[in-house]
């Protein structure tokens, strides 16, 4: 089992603030993907990473992707009410993904 | 385009019943996987299917089990309901190729509660 540790677990900030997320595995990924869940509705993929050491950057939102492919962070300027949702990273398999544990986030208006 | 659907969007079953749940992908993508999500798990990989075949298949019981038809369209079923099989089922599609940058795209789900 790749398991894909994210923290914090959960998140509630007020808006304006700066945060960032981590997922963290013992296993190599060939890349990694960024996901957005709000409620009752499925998750939005984000972003992919795919080279170790990679930075991407999606307006307000910088992910990074660790040099030796095992871990990844989502770093968010200026938190705004509608980036309330649950984050979630997840690893490439053999036609699947495995999910991290899931980042519940809050951003106080 | 048009979306991956599922349906239904709600569902309630009393133990020991079964259920089965749709999905219909994006059209062009040919991989449909199905994922359960509990709040104390998270998502879970059950299954992917590419052209009608299984491709992987996750750590659940045989209760668990699908099937793609020829216009990419997947079906889950679940027998013997447990309690425990309460969560948000989701699929999603995808183009299918094996490259780790595959992007899924996902479907509002199915919550299915077992009483």
């Known amino acids: 089992t790749q398991l894909l540790e994210q923290s914090p677990q959960f998140l509630s900030i007020q808006e304006g603030e700066n945060l960032t997320v981590y997922c963290n595995s013992s296993?190599?990924?060939?890349?990694l993907q960024w996901y957005r869940q709000e409620p009752g509705e499925g998750p939005v993929l984000l972003v992919t990473v795919v080279t170790g050491g990679e930075v991407k950057k999606l307006k307000r939102l910088t992910f990074q992707f660790g040099d030796a492919r095992k871990d990844s962070s989502l770093h968010i300027t200026a938190a705004q009410p509608g980036d309330t949702g649950l984050y979630l990273c997840?690893?490439?398999?053999?036609?699947?993904?495995?999910f991290g544990t899931g980042t519940s986030l809050t951003v106080i208006p | 385009k048009a979306g991956v659907t599922q349906t239904p969007r709600y569902l309630i079953k009393t133990r020991g019943q079964q259920v089965t749940l749709s999905c219909s992908p994006i059209s062009g993508h040919r991989s449909v996987s199905w994922y359960q999500q509990t709040p104390g798990q998270g998502l879970q990989f059950l299954f992917e299917y590419f052209s009608e075949t299984q491709r992987n298949k996750g750590n659940f019981p045989g209760r668990f089990s699908g099937r793609q038809f020829s216009n990419s369209r997947s079906e889950m079923n679940v027998s013997t309901l447990e309690l425990g099989d309460s969560a948000l089922y989701l699929c999603a599609s995808s183009l299918g190729g094996t490259h780790g940058a595959e992007k899924l795209f996902f479907g509002s789900g199915t919550q299915l509660s077992v009483l």
């Open positions: 997840a690893g490439a398999g053999a036609y699947q993904f495995y």
């Open positions: 296993s190599v990924f060939s890349s």
